[in-house]
T-cell receptor, first 109, second 112 residues
Framework: KQEVTQIPAALSVPEGENLVLNCSFT??????LQWFRQDPGKGLTSLLL?????REQTSGRLNASLDKSSGRSTLYIAASQPGDSATYLC????????FGAGTRLTVKP | NAGVTQTPKFRVLKTGQSMTLLCAQD?????MYWYRQDPGMGLRLIHY???????AKGEVPDGYNVSRLKKQNFLLGLESAAPSQTSVYFC???????????FGEGSRLTVL
């Protein structure tokens, strides 16, 4: 069964800290992997999209890596800010797209 | 630059009532999806469409029907609403290939 898991479910860090969010998936035959941000009561905003042939993608303070062989992706956030507080979702595309349950991040001032 | 638009954004139904959620995208995407999001369970795929006139079942299709009569629109119907269908519903579209998945803002449905 194709499943996506995100651990931890919640994370709280002080402002300025660098942090890593984890995503694991069960079947390495993926097309791509996408990281999203979701603010309370809002829709999902795409952060980074990594194709199966890529190892990482970067956007500003965000860096996402992909290791298909181990079924893992990480989202690295540098110099975290209170505005980064949100839920971060990992989604993996096989024939359709499956989502992890998300990691709720709180960055404390 | 509307992207993916969902209507309505909020709705309260009584058990047994019917309703339709509308999703419209202006990006000429072939693929469209309906997900539901429940606390602690992430997003689960209800139904999807790979092009105009096509629909297919996802993980949790029971109690829902869909139609894709026009390429830009994907409708999600509840024929007889149940409290278990209380959720936030998200529509998404995808151009295919290496493209991103784009989401609407969500529709919050409460069934009493």
């Amino acid at each position: 069964k194709q499943e996506v898991t995100q651990i931890p479910a919640a994370l709280s860090v002080p402002e300025g800290e660098n942090l890593v969010l984890n995503c694991s998936f069960t079947d390495s035959a993926i097309y791509n992997l996408q990281w999203f941000r979701q603010d309370p009561g809002k829709g999902l905003t795409s952060l980074l999209l990594i194709q199966s042939s890529q190892r990482e993608q970067t956007s500003g303070r965000l860096n996402a890596s992909l290791d298909k062989s181990s079924g893992r992706s990480t989202l690295y956030i540098a110099a975290s800010q209170p505005g980064d507080s949100a839920t971060y979702l990992c989604a993996v595309r096989w024939n359709d797209m499956r989502f992890g349950a998300g990691t709720r991040l709180t960055v404390k001032p | 630059n509307a992207g993916v638009t969902q209507t309505p954004k909020f709705r309260v139904l009584k058990t047994g009532q019917s309703m339709t959620l509308l999703c419209a995208q202006d990006m000429n995407h072939e693929y469209m999806y309906w997900y539901r999001q429940d606390p602690g369970m992430g997003l689960r795929l209800i139904h999807y469409s790979v092009g105009e006139g096509t629909t297919a079942k996802g993980e949790v299709p029971d109690g829902y029907n869909v139609s894709r009569l026009k390429k830009q629109n994907f409708l999600l119907g509840l024929e007889s609403a149940a409290p278990s269908q209380t959720s936030v519903y998200f529509c998404a579209s995808w151009e295919g290939g290496a493209g991103e998945l784009f989401f609407g803002e969500g529709s919050r449905l409460t069934v009493l």
